[in-house]
């Protein structure tokens, strides 16, 4: 059974930080690119970062310089650092298993998601 558990949002001021974190179980985590989602209030899904198997990272334009993806394969979790965080930043975030489309676009891979978890930037 496939578990995704995310974990560390909070409320946090404008320029602050937070650490998430999303423990893993039920998949081959160290053969599958992971990544983290985040969907404000009333708006669609949208990967924000990702990292391969390898280690190699992408972002999206809007957290690029300010969130870094890290993975420790022999705890199966993924971590989201977030610095600099601004309002626009407010959402629930989640974690997922990726694989890429036959255009190289990444794309979740298990469904349920796991709850995710709220990240609040506001003074």
């Known amino acids: 059974q496939v578990q995704l558990a995310e974990s560390g949002g909070e409320l946090v001021q404008p320029g602050g930080s937070l650490r998430l974190s999303c423990a893993a179980s039920?998949?081959?985590?160290?053969?599958?690119?992971m990544g983290w989602y985040r969907q404000p209030q009333g708006k669609q899904r949208e990967l924000v970062a990702a990292?391969?198997?390898?280690?190699?990272?992408n972002y999206a334009d809007s957290v690029k310089g300010r969130f870094t993806i890290s993975r420790d394969n022999a705890e199966n979790t993924v971590y989201l650092q977030m610095n600099s965080l601004k309002p626009e930043d407010t959402a629930v975030y989640y974690c997922?298993?990726?694989?890429?489309?036959?255009?190289?676009?990444?794309?979740?891979?298990?469904?349920?998601w796991g709850q995710g978890n709220q990240v609040t930037v506001s003074s």
């Open positions: 039920g998949i081959p985590f160290s053969t599958n690119a």
């Open positions: 990292i391969a198997i390898g280690g190699d990272t």
């Open positions: 997922n298993a990726l694989f890429r489309n036959s255009l190289g676009k990444f794309l979740p891979r298990y469904n349920p």
